[in-house]
């Protein structure tokens, strides 16, 4: 039986979701539950979130070594995922779509750019080059409710998400929530093609309301 109660307590998806009912909780991780069965046949897989954001002021300072405040907001993307004992990631975002990256070759070939695919092969490029480990292959089946095109970072909550899954199946949760936003800058910036700054991802990774001091961008503080 797909009981997400048996996955992670009621207190932390309360304090996840406040706003919603037991009801309502039940019911959005069971469709991630089944909707990751229906695909892949295999049940308890692990459960994961990042939430889209939104900026409270200075909005694209952080291009300019400026001070930002961003906060993530109380819709995310969670994904139910687990260890596939291969050197694929297959995933099935309802808002990205389909996804299959063979991590033999992490080098971002030209053919991938601005697909979903090439994020979550920057993201385990950078976590390589980093000299995290080595990232293994999962299945993933993703439920977005950070409307894309929206202009609350669907693609910051993305990236911040595919990070979050890594880290937990491959490194035991051990890597910040900084390094996260980094790994999801790089994947946008170097596969995905796109120079955007740091300021999503970071208020994706941290939670909450954040202030962010970019005037030395490779060290931003927080």
Known sequence: ?????????RTELSRLYPDMSDKQIEKRLAFVLEGFNSIYGKAQPRLFSAPGRTELGGNHTD??????IAAAINLDNIAAALPNGENVIRIFSDTHGSASVDLSELSPPASETGTPASLVRGVAEYFTKQG?????GFEAYISGQ???????SSSAAFETLIASIMNGLYFDGKIPPETLARAGQYAENVHFGKPCGLMDQMASA????????FKN??????
């Open 206 to 213: 941290m939670g909450g309301i954040i202030q962010i001091d």
């Open 63 to 68: 291009h300019q070594n400026g001070l930002v």
């Open 132 to 136: 995290f480990g080595t990232v293994g």
């Open 217 to 222: 961008p490779y060290a931003p503080k927080i």
């Open 1 to 9: 039986e797909n009981n997400s109660s048996m996955i992670v307590s």
């Open 146 to 152: 950070v409307p894309v095109g929206s202009g609350l």
